[in-house]
């Protein structure tokens, strides 16, 4: 049966600030036919690879300040949205999302664009699923770039959490650009309205009001054994670099959480701490990039 899906309009896109990649977009997913994912893919195809995952609400527009510093690098940025955000279409029916739909999605992605030497740069949601992905295809995976987020083994990641789902909850008209500006202290206000330019109303929010109610918080929840094992994979058979930057006052994913997910991956040296940063770690991407790069030998 055919998916309904709104997509919205390219004009909400024309003139982001501080954004001028142009977008490119699958529509032959397998498993996902009659749906359109936007992607960036920016820099050299023959270099590492630095497959960038956002979370909630975002988009690849979180990645505009790290972008840059991994293609002067020689890399190649690979930066998906998610479907219900972005420039990616969005079902209509909240009960399309789940855990599985965003990680099968997110395995199609690497395998149509046959993604390699991936570095894996993830905050929030891109970790949540993206940190279960290596186990299943380890070759194409090199190193992890890790920011605030968790893997969600059948509780809940932290007390700020249930309250953050509890807001959703309750507001399920969610106000992207006023979350985004008391979240991120500084940005311009055209920064905040590029945050909310995908969602033209509540509509298009089914992706944003539905993520939350799909973390892994009871053992029998959709993903709470992908990310057990994903835990157990990563603490045992992970070989690669990793570096882990934490923005100290978020309260949902902060250093608490953090510490628990470097003790679940091998061979992670101590994190990167930005003590007046919140949840969203990218605001501050062009220190983070550099730092993981200076860390990894320049590139």
């Known amino acids: 049966m055919p998916i309904d899906i709104l997509r919205t309009p390219e004009e909400r896109f024309d003139n982001l600030v501080a954004f001028p990649y142009s977008p490119h977009y699958l529509e032959d997913l397998p498993g ?56 990616s279409d969005k079902p209509t029916d909240d009960r399309v999302y789940t855990w599985d739909f965003h990680r099968r999605c997110l395995l199609a992605v690497i395998e149509r664009l046959d993604l390699k030497n991936i570095t894996l740069v993830c905050q929030d949601w891109g970790g949540l699923l993206g940190l279960t ?33 509890a807001f959703v909850q309750d507001n399920p008209d969610l106000d992207v650009p006023a979350l985004m500006q008391r979240a991120v202290p500084g940005l311009s206000a055209e920064e905040c309205e590029a945050y909310g330019a995908p969602f033209v109303d509540v ?28 835990a157990a994979w990563l603490r045992v058979a992970w070989d690669g670099p990793s570096f882990m930057a934490v923005g100290t006052q978020d ?3 902060g250093l608490p959480v953090m510490s628990q997910l470097r003790d679940s991956i091998r061979g992670c040296p101590e994190p990167l701490l930005l003590n007046n940063v919140g949840h969203f770690v990218q605001e501050r991407g062009v220190r983070v990039a550099q730092a993981a790069l200076d860390a990894w030998g320049g590139r």
Not at 36 to 51: A, C, I, K, W
Not at 64 to 81: E, I, N, Q, S, T
Not at 142 to 159: F, Q, W
């Open 32 to 87: 996902f036919e009659g749906l359109r994912l936007h992607y960036l893919d920016e820099g050299r195809r023959n270099g590492p690879t630095f497959l960038c995952l956002h979370g909630e609400p975002t988009w690849a527009y979180l990645y505009r300040k790290m972008l840059g510093v991994f293609v002067a690098a020689r890399g190649r940025v690979v930066a998906p949205d998610f479907f219900g955000f972005g420039r």
């Open 203 to 230: 509509d298009y929010k089914a992706g944003v009001r539905r993520f939350p109610d799909l973390v892994p918080v009871r053992p029998d929840m959709d993903g709470a054994e992908c990310s057990s094992e994903a």
């Open 251 to 253: 309260p949902v994913l």
């Open 133 to 165: 992905l290596p186990m299943e295809m380890p070759e194409r995976f090199a190193r992890l770039l890790v920011m605030n987020t968790a893997l969600a083994t059948g509780k809940p990641p932290s007390d700020g959490f249930l309250a953050w789902r």
